[in-house]
Structures are given as structure tokens and as C-alpha cells.
């Protein structure tokens, strides 16, 4: 597969390139860098991708709380599965595996206007402790977040996010250059981070909080996601 983006299906796809910067209103300082690259999507592709990572899970924890440790075949098979699975379902099947985790997701996803886009770590930000990291490691941007776990020499980093990220790092490669495993982005303050001491980010992480981390951690400036903006920021 390549790097480039590849709908799910096919999608209603716009760009930005006619909103010229002397066309921009004050609102738009919050605005991500790379916006007048983003792709629009249909939105049903974001709730395959998010359904396709939570079955993805479920496949490999064999009765345990984690998801255990995968050969590269088996990593490659668990991601075929899951895209089968959520293949076959309908909008409709979607929103109910959705809602049945948590109903304020399901109406976050249909509120927004979804994008496909490149994202650069210090525009968003990840959940509460995520991965089970020190809340406070949270705070700040997801570079921030990659860059306290890359001078860790306390040992603030859990079991959890120790056992996660190196798992993640094997198979990398595929992680970033397949759509149903981008991270997902709300508009931020959106859910997540609202918290006292959090800052404010163009975008939360909701989906893929570990997979952005690896990421980032591992070197990237800039990794593919999908991106839910507000209706107004797109005019």
C-alpha cells in the first residue's frame, strides 16, 4: 500500500486551495498549517476506521485485558479480519457499535466535517493519561507528550504504554500508511481534554492516542490522520 491516501470508499473529496490567505478571517489562527491540503471524506469512512481498530483489539486480547504481542503475520491478519468485518456493516450497524462504547462519540463524529490530512504533533493533543502515562505528561501537545516519554529517567511511563509503544514500533510502517489505522481528530476541547491545566489544541486525539505517540516518539514531524473540523472552520 502507499503512502498516498487511499479512501475506504469513495469519498466527496475538496480541497482548500481557493481560500487565499488574504481571505482568512482572525478565527482562522487556529487553524492547522497543512488545511488547504486536506481532502474532505465522507464520514462513514472515519466510523470504519475507528469500528475496524476497536474489532482489531478485541482479535488479539484472547481473554486478557491487552492486546498481546503479534507476529508481523499475524498483525497483518488481524488487520484483514477488521476490514472485512466492518466492510459488511451498514452506517446504521456502525453507529450502534459506536454508541454502545460511548454515546458522546458517536454524536461528536456527526457533527463535524471530516478531512483526510497531514498533521504536524504540536498542532493536537492526546487523552487524559493516555496509554496510562502521568496525567501531566498529558497536558501540553502530543510533541510535548512524545518528547517527556523520549527523556524519560524516572520511569513515569506504565507497564501499559511500555508494552504498547514498542509493539506498535514493530509494524510502524503499515501503521502509518493504512486508513483504517489513522489516528482520529476531534475539533479541539471537544472531549478528551477538558480538564483544568490542559491546552487548548487545534485538534484532540480520540482515536489512536498510542499509535500518534509511536509516532512521534519515533521521529515523526508529521503523520496522516483524519481530522473532524467545526462547520464554521471550513468557510
Not at 498542532?123 to 502515562?133: F, H, P, Q, R, T
Not at 509494524?171 to 477538558?194: A, H, S, V
Amino acid at each position: 500500500m502507499s503512502g498516498e491516501y487511499e479512501p475506504i470508499e469513495n469519498a466527496n473529496q475538496t480541497d482548500f486551495s481557493e481560500k487565499k490567505e488574504q481571505e482568512r478571517s482572525p478565527e482562522d489562527i487556529n487553524l492547522y498549517r497543512e488545511l488547504d491540503k486536506f481532502q474532505r471524506v465522507d464520514r462513514i469512512e472515519v466510523k470504519r476506521s475507528f469500528v475496524a481498530a476497536q474489532y482489531f483489539r478485541q482479535l488479539g486480547r484472547e481473554n486478557t485485558r491487552y492486546l498481546k504481542e503479534l507476529t508481523r503475520e499475524e498483525f497483518l491478519d488481524y488487520l484483514q479480519q477488521s476490514k472485512e468485518y466492518v466492510s459488511h456493516l451498514s452506517e446504521d450497524e456502525l453507529d450502534k457499535f459506536i454508541r454502545d462504547e460511548y454515546p458522546k462519540r458517536l454524536k461528536a463524529y456527526n457533527a463535524a466535517d471530516w478531512y483526510v490530512g497531514i498533521i504536524h504533533p504540536d498542532e493536537v493533543g492526546v487523552w487524559k493519561g493516555a496509554g496510562g502515562l502521568p496525567k501531566e505528561w498529558t497536558y501540553g501537545s502530543l510533541e510535548e507528550t512524545a518528547s517527556k516519554i523520549n527523556q524519560d529517567e524516572k520511569g513515569g511511563i506504565t507497564k501499559r504504554a511500555k508494552r504498547a509503544i514498542p509493539r506498535i514500533r514493530k509494524n510502524l510502517d503499515l501503521i502509518e500508511k493504512d486508513p483504517y489505522l489513522y489516528p482520529i481528530i476531534l475539533p479541539g476541547g471537544t472531549m478528551g481534554r477538558n480538564y483544568k491545566g490542559f491546552q487548548p489544541m487545534k485538534g484532540d486525539i480520540d482515536d489512536g492516542n498510542m499509535r500518534a505517540i509511536t509516532l512521534t516518539s519515533s521521529g515523526k514531524t508529521e503523520f496522516t490522520a483524519y481530522i473532524g473540523l467545526k462547520h464554521e472552520s471550513t468557510k
